[in-house]
C-alpha cells in the first residue's frame, strides 16, 4: 500500500513551534489564521467545469446552505459577484479577520478580548489564593461564588463570540469549520477548569487551523490546557499512568475504533504521552530541576509544558514499529505516525462527508477526499474542496438533515441578514432547548450528525417550538435591555427576503397549502420555518 | 435535480391515524412495566456494591476504598461478603431489605474495546458483536415489536424515553416517544398550528414522529398539571434526578410501559472520592430518584414493574495514580422491583467469582460472568412469557439465562 511521505520529524516541529509561537502571543481579538498558500490539490478540484456553470436563484440556496451557516439575502449577492468558483476559493482560504464593525465592536467588548489569557489565568489564580486565606466562611463562599460567575462569563462569553461569527462573518466556511472541529476535538465547560480555557482553545487552538493542516491542528489541541485538563493528559505521568486522553485520541480524534490499533497502542501511546501537560508559572519561571542529561528534553511554550520528570523514558513499540524519538520528539514521531495511517485519512474524509452532505455519503466520495487527505498530507481545504467539487456532492443538495445549530444560526441568518444582534442569550436558550449547546457536549466523541440523532418526536416538537418564538418574537435578539419591550412588529418579514422566496416554487405541495392557512405574517413565518424543507440542507 | 428523499420516501402513518391513538389508555392491572435506566460513562460498581470481605480490595485502593462495616463511614452491610455505599441509607437500602432490590455483580458485554461509545451503543443495539451492525435495530425497540405482534397481549406496549434524543436502544421499526423531562414549558404552538405543521409531514418519514410529538407533549403537560395541583397542596418539589423520576413515574403509571432514561456524570478518572466525594454524590441523587420512582408509580404498578439498572463496563479495581479508576471490564447491574422473586429479592445474583487479585479479568477488571443480553433476555422471558423464538427476535444469538429476577 502506498504511504503517503510525511516530512521529517524535525520539519513538523517546526511547524508546530512556528504555529505555536503565534499562540497567545498575537493581538487580543484578531483570531487571524495564519497565511498560507493554497494546496495545488484545492486548486485543482475547483478547476471542475461544474463549478463554473451558472446556477439558478435555488441552486444558489443550496450552495448557501451547505457552505455557509445558512443562506442570506448578503451571501447570495456576494456569491452573484464572485461566480461560484471564485467564491468557493475565497471560502477555503478566508485572509484575515473581517467581520462587520459594529459585530468585530462587540466581540472586541468582551472580556476575554480586553485580556489575554495569561491575564485572565492570574486572575484567577489570584481569586482562588484569596478563597484559600478567606478565614470567615461567609466571607470564603462569596468569593468561591463571584469566581464561579466569573468562570461561567468566560465560558459564555466564548460562546457569544462564536455566534457572532456563525451570524455575521463573510467567512462562512471558516466559521462552520470551526464548529465542526470544536465538535471533534470536543472538550466540555461542564469539566473542571474547561469554563476557563475554552475561549482560548477555539481562539488559537482550534480556529486558526479549521482550513489548514490537521496535524498542526491535532498538535494544537493537544497541547492546549482546555484539552489536557478536559481529557486528564494534564495527570498522566511516568508511574501514574492516565490513558484517558491516549485513547481518545486514537479512537475520536483520528483513526477511529475499529481501525487496527489495539490495546497496547493505547496503552504506549499513554506511556509515550506522560509528561505532556501545560503549567501556570509566570512565563520566564525557571525550568524545574532536571537532571543534566534531561535538561535538553524540557519544553514550555506559552501554558505548554514537556516535563521531563514526568515522562517515561522506557522505548515503546506503537503501531507495530518502535518509536526512535525521546522525550516530545518522541511524541511527534507517533503523531506523525498517527495521521499518516490510512485509517486517519478515512475517519476525517468520512465525518466531513457526513456534516457536509448526507448521513451516508457514497464510498466513492469519501475515497476521493481520503485521498486528497493523503496526497494533501493532512491540508484541510484540500480535502474539503476534493469533497464539495466532487460530482457526488454536488448530487445530493437538500438530503443533510440540520443540527440545532445549523437549524438556530441559519434561520436567524434568513430572517435578518446582517443586522448585529444585540441579545444573544435567546439564541444560546434555543440551542440549549434543542440539546446543542456551544462547549456543551459532556462526551469527548463531541454532537452526533445524523439525522436520527436530532429528529425524534420529541426533538421535532421542541424545533416547532422554537420554531414558533422566532416566527413571533424574532426581534428579542436586538434588545438592549433584558426586559425592555420589543420593537414594533416583533416579528420578522420573512416572506420579503429574496432567500426566502427562492426557495418556494420547489416546495411540496402540502408544504405551500400550509403557508397559504396562514392567517397572519405569525402563521406564515411559523410554518415556514416548521416546514420539512427547511429542516433540510 | 434529484428530488428531495423525504419526498419520495414511503408514506407514514396518516396524522389522524396518531390522534387516534390510545395514547390516554392507562396500562391494565398487571401489565408489566420495564424501565431501563443506562449510567452513562461507566461506574465505578465497586464503590456501589462493596466487596467488603475481599482483603485485596482494600489493597487495591488505598486511598478510594469503602471501609468495612461497622468502621467509620463504612459500608452498609448487604451480606457476609458485600456492602453497600453508604449514601444509599434511605434510598436503596430499604428497597433491598425488603426484597424489592437485587444486584449482580460481574456483569456486562464481552466488548472489549473500553471505548464508552462503542460499547454504549453495542449494549444498547444488543446484536451479536461478530458480523454486520445495525445502527437502526435497538434491543428495546425490538421487545417493543414482539410485544407489539404477540397476539396474547390486548395491546401493544407503548414506548418512551425521557431523553432529549431518542437513544439507540430504542431506534427501529416500531414508534417510540421521547421527551426530557427536567425542564418541561408551556407549549406555543398551539393545536391548530399543531395540525397545520403535522400535515406538511403527513406522508414523509418524518411524519410519524411529528404527529406523536404533538401528542405526547399533550400527556407529559398534562403529568406537570396534577405536579402543580400537588405542589399546591404544599408537597415538597423534587429537583434534579428526582423531579425527572417522579415525572417518569406518572408517565409509566399512566400511559407508557416500556422506558429508557440515561443519567451522565460516571467517568470518574481522578478524585472520585470515598464514602463522601463527587461520585458519592451523584450514586446518592441517582438512588434517591430511583426509590422516588418506585413510591410515585404506586403500589400496584409497582409489583409489576421491573427497573434495571446498567452500565456500559466497569472500572479498573485498582485505583490510578489519581485517586480514580479508568475502564474496565465487568459491572455490577441492579434490579429493582416490587414483584422480584424472594430467591432473587434482596440477593447478590448470579454468577460469582472470587474478588482476588488472582480472579481479575486482564489483572485488572471485574470478568464478565453475566452477560447482559443472556441475563436480560432471561428477563423478558419471565417477565412477557415470551418464547425463546420471540428472545432470540430482541437478542439474536444469546444465550438466556434465567436468573429468576421475578
Known sequence: ?537 | MQRRRFLSAAAGLPFAAYLGRGWTATPQAGTPRFLLVFLRGAYDCNSLLVPTHSEFYYRARPTIAIARPGQAQGALALNADWGLHPMLEDSILPLFQSRQACFVPFAGTNDLSRSHFETQDSIELGQPLEGHKSFQSGFLNRLTQVLQSDRQSHRGPSTMAFTAQLPLALRGSAQAANMALASVGKAGVDERHSQVIASMYQGTPLGGAVAEGFSVRDAVQRGVQEEMDRAGRDAISAKGFSLVAQRMAVLMREQFDLGFVDVGGWDTHVNQGSASGNLANRLAELSRGLATFAQEIGPEPWRNTVVAVISEFGRTFRENGNKGTDHGHGTVYWFLGGGLSSRAGGSIAGTQAEVTEKALFQNRDYPVLNEYRDVLGGLFGRMYGLSPAQVQQVFPASQARDLHLV
Open chain 1, 1 to 537: 500500500m502506498r504511504r503517503p511521505h510525511f516530512a521529517q520529524e524535525k520539519y513538523w516541529i517546526w511547524i508546530a513551534a512556528a504555529a505555536l509561537a503565534g499562540c497567545t502571543a498575537l493581538p487580543q481579538g484578531t483570531g487571524t489564521a495564519t497565511p498560507y498558500h493554497a494546496d495545488p490539490l484545492t486548486r485543482q478540484a475547483l478547476a471542475s467545469p461544474q463549478l463554473t456553470a451558472p446556477l439558478t436563484a435555488e441552486q444558489r440556496q443550496q450552495w448557501l446552505d451547505r457552505i455557509t451557516w445558512g443562506a442570506s439575502d448578503s451571501d447570495d449577492v456576494q456569491l452573484q459577484k464572485l461566480g461560484l468558483k471564485a467564491w468557493l476559493a475565497q471560502q477555503l482560504a478566508p485572509g484575515l479577520a473581517s467581520l462587520p464593525a459594529e459585530a468585530q465592536q462587540r466581540v472586541d467588548a468582551l472580556d476575554i478580548s480586553q485580556r489575554s489569557m495569561e491575564q485572565i489565568q492570574q486572575d484567577v489564580a489570584a481569586q482562588r489564593q484569596a478563597i484559600r486565606n478567606a478565614a470567615d466562611p461567609e466571607e470564603k463562599s462569596r468569593l468561591g461564588q463571584a469566581l464561579q460567575r466569573q468562570l461561567n462569563q468566560w465560558a459564555q462569553e466564548a460562546q457569544k463570540r462564536h455566534l457572532l461569527r456563525a451570524l455575521y462573518s463573510p467567512h462562512q466556511l471558516q466559521e462552520q469549520m470551526t464548529w465542526f472541529w470544536m465538535n471533534h476535538f470536543n472538550v466540555s465547560t461542564r469539566k473542571g477548569d474547561v469554563r476557563l480555557w475554552v475561549g482560548d482553545y477555539e481562539e488559537h487552538a482550534i480556529r486558526p487551523h479549521a482550513l489548514g493542516n490537521f496535524r498542526q491542528l491535532l498538535e494544537a489541541s493537544m497541547r492546549h490546557p482546555a484539552m489536557l485538563v478536559y481529557l486528564d493528559n494534564a495527570s498522566n505521568a511516568a508511574g501514574h499512568i492516565n490513558e484517558n486522553y491516549a485513547r481518545e485520541l486514537l479512537e475520536l480524534h483520528t483513526m477511529g475504533v475499529g481501525s487496527g490499533y489495539t490495546q497496547a497502542d493505547v496503552q504506549a501511546m499513554a506511556h509515550v504521552l506522560t509528561g505532556v501537560g501545560f503549567t501556570t508559572r509566570e512565563a520566564g519561571a525557571p525550568a524545574p530541576k532536571l537532571r543534566p542529561e534531561r535538561r535538553g528534553d524540557y519544553v514550555r511554550q506559552g501554558f505548554f509544558e514537556f516535563n521531563p520528570n514526568r515522562h517515561d523514558y522506557t522505548p515503546q513499540t506503537f503501531l507495530g514499529r518502535p518509536l526512535q524519538g525521546q522525550g516530545m520528539a518522541q511524541v511527534e514521531e507517533a503523531l506523525d505516525r498517527i495521521v499518516a495511517a490510512p485509517a486517519t485519512a478515512r475517519f476525517v474524509a468520512r465525518k466531513l462527508a457526513v456534516y457536509f452532505i448526507d448521513d451516508n455519503p457514497p464510498a466513492q466520495l469519501v475515497e476521493r477526499a481520503a485521498q486528497a487527505f493523503e496526497r494533501s498530507r493532512g491540508d484541510i481545504a484540500a480535502t474539503l474542496a476534493t469533497l464539495l467539487a466532487a460530482p457526488e456532492a454536488m448530487q445530493r443538495f437538500g438530503q443533510r438533515f440540520k443540527d440545532p445549530v445549523h437549524y438556530v444560526v441559519g434561520a436567524t441568518r434568513l430572517a435578518y441578514d446582517q443586522r448585529v444582534a444585540t441579545d444573544m442569550a435567546p439564541l444560546l436558550g434555543w440551542l440549549s432547548r434543542l440539546g446543542e449547546p456551544l462547549y456543551g457536549h459532556e462526551t469527548p466523541d463531541g454532537y452526533p450528525l445524523a439525522q436520527s440523532d436530532w429528529s425524534s418526536s420529541g426533538q421535532m416538537t421542541a424545533r416547532f417550538e422554537v420554531a414558533r418564538q422566532m416566527a413571533a418574537r424574532g426581534t428579542v435578539l436586538f434588545r438592549t435591555e433584558p426586559q425592555a419591550a420589543l420593537e414594533k412588529p416583533p416579528y420578522p418579514d420573512l416572506a420579503k427576503r429574496g432567500s426566502v422566496q427562492a426557495r418556494l416554487p420547489s416546495w411540496s405541495a402540502r408544504s405551500r397549502q400550509a403557508l397559504a392557512q396562514a392567517r397572519n405574517p405569525v402563521d406564515w413565518n411559523t410554518y415556514f420555518l416548521s416546514a420539512p424543507e427547511m429542516m433540510f440542507r
